[in-house]
C-alpha cells in the first residue's frame, strides 16, 4: 500500500504525468497523425483557390450564355444549356470547323514537338554520361534555354525571326544560300515550324535533365559486362539503356505532353493575339474565342471538352504504360 500511494503522489506531482486510464496517449497519437495534414493544409487551400475553383466556375459558364453583356454580372446571363458545346462539336460549322482544325494543329504540333524534345535530350543526356574535360560546362551550357525566363526566351527568337534583319534569314539565305529569298517566319506556313523550332529549344534541356537523372540510377557494371561479352555501343544503348529508362520515360512523355498541348505563352509571345492559320494552337483559339470574340460561354465549353481529352489521354495513357509494366515485370 505504501509503494502504491508513493507512486500515485510521483504521478501527481510531475508535471503533464498522465494518470492511468487518461486519453492523453491517444491525444499524443491523433496529434502526429493530423500534423502532415496540418502541414499540408496551405498547400490545399492555394490549390482549391488558385486551380479548383477557377475549374469549377469555368464548368459553370459553359452551360451560360455568358457576352460582353452580363460580363459585369456573369451569374446574371441566362442558362444556355449544352448550346454552347453543340456550336463548338458542331464540324460543319464555322465555329466548330475552326475549333478542330485548331485541334489537328496542335496534336501534329504536340506530337513533333515530344518526340524531337525527348530525341535531343535523350541523345545529349547518353552522350554527356561519361566522364570527360568540360563535361560540366556542356551540362550547364545545355540547361540554359529551361532556365530562362520564357518571355525572354521567346523574344529573343521573334527577333530571329525577322523577315529584314533576323539571324535566322542571314544564315540560312545570306550565308549558305539555301533559300531562294528571306522567309517570313511568323506569318503564313512557315510560322509553324518557327513555333515547333522555339518550342523545342526550350523544351529539350528538360528532357536532357530527366534522363540525365535516370542514367544514374544504371549500375556500371551492366555496361562493363555487356562490352566483355562484345556488345558495342548501340547494342548496349538498345539492350540496358534505354530497357532501364523506361520508367523515367513514361513519365517524362507524359509531362512534356501535357505541357506542350497547353502551352500558351510561346505562341502568345511569338505571334500575339492573333496567330496564323498554321500554327493555330488550341490554347491560343481557345483564348480569342473568350477574350476576343468576347464569347465566353463558348470559349469555357471548349475550355472543358479540352481538360476532358487531356484526362481521357492521361488515363488511357497510364493504363497502357501500367499494363507494359506489369507485363515487363511477369
Known amino acids: 500500500m505504501t509503494t502504491t500511494t508513493a507512486e500515485q503522489a510521483v504521478r501527481e506531482s510531475t508535471p503533464g504525468a498522465a494518470p492511468p486510464g487518461t486519453p492523453r496517449r491517444r491525444t499524443g497519437r491523433l496529434r502526429r497523425i493530423g500534423l502532415p495534414y496540418l502541414l499540408l493544409l496551405p498547400a490545399l487551400v492555394l490549390e482549391l483557390l488558385v486551380h479548383l475553383v477557377p475549374m469549377a466556375v469555368g464548368i459553370v459558364m459553359s452551360f451560360k450564355q455568358l457576352t460582353q453583356f452580363h460580363i459585369r454580372d456573369w451569374g446574371a446571363a441566362p442558362w444556355s444549356g449544352l448550346d454552347n458545346y453543340t456550336v463548338s462539336v458542331d464540324f460543319d460549322a464555322p465555329v466548330g470547323e475552326a475549333l478542330l482544325h485548331s485541334f489537328l494543329v496542335t496534336v501534329g504540333f504536340t506530337l513533333l514537338s515530344v518526340g524531337l524534345c525527348w530525341l535531343i535530350g535523350t541523345a545529349a543526356a547518353i552522350c554527356l554520361q561519361d566522364a570527360f574535360r568540360g563535361r ?23 527577333f530571329m525571326f525577322q523577315h529584314d534583319n533576323g539571324l535566322v534569314n ?20 512557315n510560322s509553324f515550324w518557327a513555333l ?13 535533365l530527366i534522363v540525365m537523372a535516370g542514367l544514374q540510377n544504371i549500375p556500371r557494371e551492366l555496361y562493363e ?35 506542350t498541348f497547353n502551352d500558351f505563352n510561346t505562341p502568345y509571345v511569338l505571334f500575339g493575339k492573333a496567330a496564323p492559320q498554321a500554327a493555330d494552337l488550341i490554347s491560343v483559339h481557345i483564348y480569342q474565342a473568350s477574350f476576343v470574340t468576347w464569347n465566353f460561354g463558348t470559349g469555357s465549353a471548349m475550355s472543358v471538352l479540352l481538360l476532358l481529352f487531356l484526362l481521357v489521354v492521361t488515363g488511357v495513357y497510364l493504363a497502357v504504360t501500367s499494363r507494359g509494366r506489369r507485363t515487363a515485370d511477369a
Open 136 to 158: 560540366g560546362l556542356l551540362r550547364a551550357l545545355f540547361l540554359v534555354p529551361y532556365a530562362l525566363p520564357v518571355y525572354t526566351a521567346v523574344i529573343t527568337w521573334v
Open 225 to 259: 559486362a555487356a562490352a566483355l561479352d562484345g556488345a558495342g555501343t548501340w547494342q548496349q544503348i538498345r539492350r540496358i539503356t534505354l530497357p532501364s529508362l523506361r520508367p523515367v520515360n513514361q513519365v517524362l512523355v507524359l509531362v512534356l505532353f501535357l505541357w
Open 196 to 208: 515547333l523550332t522555339v518550342s523545342v529549344w526550350k523544351g529539350w534541356p528538360f528532357a536532357f
Open 170 to 189: 542571314h544564315v540560312l539565305h545570306d550565308q549558305f544560300g539555301l533559300t531562294d529569298k528571306p522567309s517570313f517566319w511568323l506569318i503564313g506556313d
